[in-house]
């Protein structure tokens, strides 16, 4: 499998209750390695199967770091080196009140400057599924790039699935503007927040419905209740979440997508990959940042 996508830095703040406007908050902080793109890949290599691959774009400021920690996952990085911007940074605030909700501060960096130079169809050689991270919609070089991976990975007949990735972005974005780019996409893993706001509708079911009239195959991740899969106009299964004592909820749904990805590339079907996308995003939220351990 070839993920493109996104690798960052994660500042992970880990604080209780309301931040103090105008004063300290104490909390616990960490630097890890993220990025959705990145945290996929991880998952999916760790879930074991299939040989995965990551396209990223990074910073010279941490570039070797990256790849240490990406290859320690088991994934094989192909990362470009922008020769001006740092890599991607993203502040987690994380409350670790019951639900351990976070909130993000975002600076793409060297993320969202993939371009279409940066991809090869050599890429594709023995790749079974592409996955592109929905933060290549959110600008331009990016948005090439994908529609060039898409093009190749049609002509191959490579299955292609995508994340939406954030609904903030999808709002800037524009929904039609975003469906009309995922045009030819296989698989689409949206949250529920992101289905919703896809079809302007506020039930989840009905909008992961809705949308498998556009996308053959929808599986609406739901957090603490699990997955909804959909096919042609109707959800087909609901798979219940494993329950989980959370810590932190950044790159539940990365693990999930990893992990489904990873259990369909060796043959499992949608729900029984949604199973598994379901255990890994219960294992994913007891821990902090959104990688799994490191295979030993």
């Known amino acids: ?47 074991g199967g299939a040989e995965v691959r990551l396209l990223g774009r990074v910073g010279a400021d ?6 240490r920690e990406l290859v320690a996952c088991g994934v094989r990085p192909r990362l470009i080196v922008d020769p001006e911007a740092p890599t991607g940074t993203v502040i987690c605030l994380v409350d670790t009140g019951a639900a351990a909700e976070r909130t993000f501060l975002t600076d793409s960096g060297a993320a969202l400057r993939l371009a ?18 929905g933060y290549l919609m959110f600008s331009e070089p990016s948005r090439a790039l ?24 999808l709002v800037e974005l524009g929904v039609d503007r975003f469906l009309a780019l995922v045009e030819g996409v296989d698989v689409l893993l ?4 992101e289905a919703c706001l896809l079809t302007g509708l506020p039930d989840a079911a009905d ?12 599986v609406a991740k739901q957090g603490a209740e699990g997955a909804l899969v959909a096919r042609s106009g109707t959800v087909v299964a609901h798979v219940p979440a494993i329950p989980a004592t959370p810590r932190d909820t950044t790159g539940a749904g990365d693990a999930f997508t990893g992990a489904f990805l990873a259990a369909l590339l060796i043959g499992a079907g949608p729900e029984a990959a949604a199973a598994e996308g379901c255990r890994a995003g219960s294992a994913a939220v007891e821990r902090v940042g959104g990688r799994p351990p490191v295979n030993s």
């Not at 991809?119 to 592109?132: E, P």
């Not at 909008?207 to 929808?218: D, E, G, N, T």
């Open 62 to 67: 941490s570039a070797a770091w990256h790849e």
């Open 146 to 169: 994908v529609a060039v991976a898409l093009e190749a990975a049609r002509a191959r007949g490579v299955p292609v699935s995508m994340d939406p990735a954030s609904t903030g972005f």
């Open 1 to 47: 499998m070839l993920v493109v996508g996104d690798v960052v830095t994660d500042v992970v703040a880990r604080h209780r209750g309301p931040l103090a406007a105008g004063t300290d908050t104490a909390a616990a902080i960490r630097t890890v390695p993220g990025g959705a793109g990145a945290n996929v890949a991880c998952w999916a290599a760790h879930r």
């Open 190 to 193: 949206p949250s529920r927040d």
């Open 207 to 218: 909008a992961a419905a809705k949308l498998s009239r556009h996308v053959p195959l929808v």
């Open 116 to 133: 279409p130079e940066d991809w090869s169809d050599a890429l594709l050689d023995g790749v079974a599924r592409l996955h592109l991270s």
